[in-house]
């Protein structure tokens, strides 16, 4: 339905998820402290009162931005059905290292915002950290790569910090490593980290 002014109208669902992308967009480019109530209303053509009814309040907003934002690098970075675990792994570690580095902004203040940020925001980036590490157990049921034990389990949490950082600090500087060099050397040194196990 087009209203008089010419814009559609959507239903509640559709405009909260409209206000989501536009924030995740948002992040991506700016960073979360610089989304703004004015910002978001003038970006998506609505009133700031929109806002509040949907999200409450500025941080409401912003920590329903920063789940989505998590959400979707869960989803995004999940590894093809098929093919061998190795291989799915390489495919997973690549679409991680393109995420952070066409997400740079929103991905650093993510981060920034769970090491010093509310404890809601800490959550989410746990949740997050922790919907990714579990994957790697679920993709590799039989163990091929890594079995599912409290030390490997340790040790994934710690390469999951290290492989962080060192997307972080190349997507800032990529200097002479390439992205196929960054994604093979993450993705070859977990499964030697296990063997340490």
């Not at 109530?37 to 999200?55: C, K, M, Q, T, W």
């Not at 690549?94 to 800490?122: C, E, I, K, Q, W």
């Not at 600090?169 to 992205?179: I, K, V």
């Amino acid at each position: 339905m087009t209203t008089a002014t010419g814009r559609t109208r959507l239903s509640p669902d559709e405009r909260r998820t409209q206000l989501l992308e536009l924030g995740t967009d948002l992040l991506s480019r700016h960073g979360i402290d610089a989304i703004t109530i004015d910002l978001l209303a003038d970006e998506a053509g609505v009133s700031r009162g929109l806002l509040y009814h949907y999200f409450g309040s500025l941080q409401g907003f912003r920590e329903a931005v920063v789940r989505h934002a998590v959400d979707q690098l869960v989803a995004e970075t999940a590894p093809p059905a098929e093919g061998e675990p190795l291989e799915r792994l390489f495919t997973s570690v690549g679409v991680y290292v393109d995420y952070v580095r066409d997400n740079y902004a929103g991905y650093v203040s993510l981060v920034r915002a769970a090491a010093g940020g509310t404890d809601v925001m800490r959550e989410i980036y746990e949740e997050g950290r922790h919907a990714l590490i579990d994957r790697v157990f679920r993709e590799d049921a039989q163990g091929e790569i890594i079995p599912d034990t409290p030390v490997t389990r340790l040790l994934l949490r710690g390469w999951a910090a290290m492989a962080e950082e060192v997307v972080v600090t190349w997507a800032a500087d990529p200097g002479d490593l390439t992205r196929d060099r960054v994604v093979e050397l993450l993705a070859l040194s977990l499964p030697t980290l296990v063997e340490l196990a």
